[in-house]
T-cell receptor, first 113, second 114 residues
Framework: DAGVIQSPRHEVTEMGQEVTLRCKPISGHNSLFWYRQTMMRGLELLIYFNNNVPIDDSGMPEDRFSAKMPNASFSTLKIQPSEPRDSAVYFC???????????FGPGTRLTVL | AQSVSQHNHHVILSEAASLELGCNYSYGGTVNLFWYVQYPGQHLQLLLKYFSGDPLVKGIKGFEAEFIKSKFSFNLRKPSVQWSDTAEYFCAADPTSGTYKYIFGTGTRLKVLA
């Protein structure tokens, strides 16, 4: 199994640009989570999906952030427009229903200049 | 509100020293508990987990954790640390209330001196 796949691994963009982060969960996992990690705020849950349906987006910082999960094998997190304070590592995780365990992807390191 | 507390933010040990990292959760019901490790520049990896049964659980790389229900604690231990254990360690709780989301602690940064 390839594990959770995220792309790109690194993204550098300028303030005001649109950024799209991608995630492919582990096959068979029904839940998908987007986290953000910064030195100042630690690990924050942004949003999670269950069976492709957004369940809790209370962690999404503001309307500039949006996430979709059009099918069981793909999710996106979009920031439009991006700001320097969005610079962080964004992790995607999927949950194995049979073991109630989350598995994390390698993360996308986003730098907004 | 449900929360997970990790009181040690930074720990520095010499190789071969024993390790214990504290984790306390605030939830009165059934809870699944996890320890994850994040090596520098890498993603979170599962170290061990507790769902039920024997309160002493063993994980990878010689780590173990003990669930003490009366203390709402799930401390991580290792008898003898190595330089390669330098990492950040996160405790997480899953309240099993059907929400599927974990509550993570703020993490403990461990530095092991060679």
């Amino acid at each position: 199994d390839a594990g959770v796949i995220q792309s790109p691994r690194h993204e550098v963009t300028e303030m005001g640009q649109e950024v799209t982060l991608r995630c492919k969960p582990i096959s068979g996992h029904n839940s998908l989570f987007w986290y953000r990690q910064t030195m100042m705020r630690g690990l924050e849950l942004l949003i999670y999906f269950n069976n492709n349906v957004p369940i809790d987006d209370s962690g999404m910082p503001e309307d500039r952030f949006s996430a979709k999960m059009p099918n069981a094998s793909f999710s996106t997190l979009k920031i439009q427009p991006s700001e320097p304070r969005d610079s962080a590592v964004y992790f995607c995780a999927s949950r194995d229903t049979s073991t109630d365990t989350q598995y994390f992807g390698p993360g996308t390191r986003l730098t907004v200049l | 509100a449900q929360s997970v507390s990790q009181h040690n933010h930074h720990v520095i040990l010499s190789e071969a020293a024993s390790l214990e990292l504290g984790c306390n959760y605030s939830y009165g019901g059934t809870v699944n508990l996890f320890w994850y490790v994040q090596y520098p520049g890498q993603h979170l990896q599962l170290l061990l987990k507790y769902f039920s049964g024997d309160p002493l659980v063993k994980g990878i790389k010689g780590f173990e954790a003990e669930f003490i229900k009366s203390k709402f604690s799930f401390n991580l231990r290792k008898p003898s640390v190595q330089w390669s254990d330098t990492a950040e360690y996160f405790c997480a709780a899953d309240p099993t209330s059907g929400t599927y989301k974990y509550i993570f602690g703020t993490g403990t940064r461990l530095k092991v001196l060679a």
